[in-house]
Nanobody
Framework: QVQLVESGGGSVQAGDSLRLSCAASGRTFSDYNMGWFRQAPGKEREFVVVISRSGGNTYAADSVKGRFTISRDNAKNTVYLQMNSLKPEDTAVYFC?????????????????WGQGTRVTVSS
């Protein structure tokens, strides 16, 4: 089992930045690819960004490329999501997730463990 706890959400203005954190416990953190997903009100959960086990590879959704950056610190068992130039359409609950899969996937069914989420609200 892997337990994931997100933090860092909040309410900000458009153009502001936030950094989300996801602390993992329970298993060897570096065994997992780590992803961030989000779910906006009334919408399905969607992929945001993923990072490979070593941190050497990342992949982001087109909607956040150039604005959001994922990173991880395997010594601290933590993955981060730096969000810059936030827009109202980024408003959502953000979830981190851990995957044992071979590849760093953008599909939610590839993920084995999920956090409870942290809410981000961006006002115009």
């Amino acid at each position: 089992q892997v337990q994931l706890v997100e933090s860092g959400g909040g309410s900000v203005q458009a153009g502001d930045s936030l950094r989300l954190s996801c602390a993992a416990s329970g298993r060897t953190f570096s065994d997992y690819n780590m992803g961030w997903f989000r779910q906006a009100p009334g919408k399905e959960r969607e992929f945001v960004v993923v990072i490979s086990r070593s941190g050497g590879n990342t992949y982001a959704a087109d909607s956040v490329k150039g604005r959001f950056t994922i990173s991880r610190d395997n010594a601290k068992n933590t993955v981060y999501l730096q969000m810059n130039s936030l827009k109202p359409e980024d408003t959502a609950v953000y979830f981190c997730a851990a995957s044992r899969g071979v590849y760093a996937s953008n599909r939610d069914y590839a993920y084995d463990y999920w956090g409870q989420g942290t809410r981000v609200t961006v006002s115009s």
